[in-house]
Protein backbone atom coordinates (compact mmCIF):
# COMPACT_ATOMS: atom_id res chain seq x y z
CA UNK A 1 0.00 0.00 0.00
CA UNK A 2 1.37 2.92 -1.17
CA UNK A 3 1.16 6.10 1.16
CA UNK A 4 1.97 10.07 1.31
CA UNK A 5 2.97 12.14 4.40
CA UNK A 6 0.17 15.65 5.43
CA UNK A 7 -0.10 18.45 7.50
CA UNK A 8 -3.33 18.55 9.49
CA UNK A 9 -4.96 21.93 8.33
CA UNK A 10 -7.60 21.50 11.06
CA UNK A 11 -9.00 19.32 14.38
CA UNK A 12 -10.16 16.35 12.72
CA UNK A 13 -11.74 12.83 13.41
CA UNK A 14 -10.46 10.29 10.51
CA UNK A 15 -11.21 6.43 10.58
CA UNK A 16 -11.92 6.77 13.93
CA UNK A 17 -9.02 8.63 14.88
CA UNK A 18 -8.86 12.29 16.42
CA UNK A 19 -6.05 14.49 15.32
CA UNK A 20 -5.33 17.66 16.05
CA UNK A 21 -3.89 20.84 13.48
CA UNK A 22 -0.37 20.65 12.94
CA UNK A 23 0.20 17.17 13.12
CA UNK A 24 1.72 15.12 10.16
CA UNK A 25 0.21 11.80 9.32
CA UNK A 26 1.38 9.40 7.03
CA UNK A 27 -2.06 7.61 5.31
CA UNK A 28 -2.82 5.59 2.13
CA UNK A 29 -2.72 8.09 -1.06
CA UNK A 30 -6.20 7.37 -1.56
CA UNK A 31 -7.35 8.58 1.64
CA UNK A 32 -5.04 11.53 1.77
CA UNK A 33 -5.91 12.65 -1.91
CA UNK A 34 -9.33 12.44 -0.77
CA UNK A 35 -8.95 14.58 2.76
CA UNK A 36 -6.92 17.17 0.32
CA UNK A 37 -9.89 17.64 -1.28
CA UNK A 38 -12.09 18.31 1.76
CA UNK A 39 -9.68 21.29 2.78
CA UNK A 40 -8.52 18.52 6.47
CA UNK A 41 -4.98 18.23 5.15
CA UNK A 42 -2.07 19.91 3.41
CA UNK A 43 0.33 17.04 1.39
CA UNK A 44 2.67 19.82 -0.17
CA UNK A 45 6.11 19.30 0.55
CA UNK A 46 6.58 22.49 1.93
CA UNK A 47 3.28 22.25 4.60
CA UNK A 48 5.12 19.22 5.84
CA UNK A 49 8.71 20.59 5.95
CA UNK A 50 6.93 23.34 8.11
CA UNK A 51 5.47 21.23 10.90
CA UNK A 52 8.84 18.89 11.01
CA UNK A 53 10.78 22.12 11.54
CA UNK A 54 8.53 22.65 14.57
CA UNK A 55 9.00 19.22 16.17
CA UNK A 56 6.16 17.19 15.02
CA UNK A 57 6.57 13.80 14.15
CA UNK A 58 4.98 11.58 11.44
CA UNK A 59 1.85 9.47 12.98
CA UNK A 60 1.22 6.49 10.84
CA UNK A 61 -2.52 6.71 10.33
CA UNK A 62 -4.12 3.85 11.66
CA UNK A 63 -8.10 3.34 11.41
CA UNK A 64 -9.69 2.04 14.66
CA UNK A 65 -11.46 -0.84 12.85
CA UNK A 66 -7.50 -1.81 11.28
CA UNK A 67 -6.29 -1.36 15.22
CA UNK A 68 -9.22 -3.69 16.28
CA UNK A 69 -8.12 -6.36 13.42
CA UNK A 70 -4.63 -6.02 14.49
CA UNK A 71 -5.46 -5.95 18.11
CA UNK A 72 -7.37 -9.81 17.20
CA UNK A 73 -4.60 -10.79 15.28
CA UNK A 74 -2.13 -10.13 18.31
CA UNK A 75 -4.49 -11.61 20.60
CA UNK A 76 -4.89 -15.17 18.71
CA UNK A 77 -0.71 -15.40 17.64
CA UNK A 78 -0.48 -15.49 21.82
CA UNK A 79 -2.79 -17.95 22.27
CA UNK A 80 -2.00 -19.99 19.67
CA UNK A 81 1.60 -19.60 20.95
CA UNK A 82 0.45 -20.57 24.92
CA UNK A 83 -1.42 -23.85 23.56
CA UNK A 84 2.11 -24.92 21.22
CA UNK A 85 4.19 -24.46 24.69
CA UNK A 86 1.41 -25.85 26.44
CA UNK A 87 0.78 -29.43 24.52
CA UNK A 88 4.87 -29.07 23.84
CA UNK A 89 5.36 -29.40 27.59
CA UNK A 90 2.40 -31.99 28.12
CA UNK A 91 4.27 -33.92 25.39
CA UNK A 92 7.82 -33.66 27.36
CA UNK A 93 6.07 -34.62 30.09
CA UNK A 94 4.44 -37.99 29.03
CA UNK A 95 7.75 -38.93 27.51
CA UNK A 96 9.47 -38.83 30.66
CA UNK A 97 6.94 -41.00 32.61
CA UNK A 98 6.91 -42.97 29.74
CA UNK A 99 10.76 -43.53 30.87
Known amino acids: ?11 ATIEGVDYQPD ?6 VALVK ?4 SDTVDDAAAAVKY ?5 AKVITHQSQEDKQAAEAAK ?7 KAKAEAEAKAKAEAIDTL
Open 1 to 11: MATKTARLLKK
Open 34 to 37: SLVK
Open 51 to 55: CLSNG
Open 75 to 81: QKSEAEA
Open 23 to 28: QLIDAD
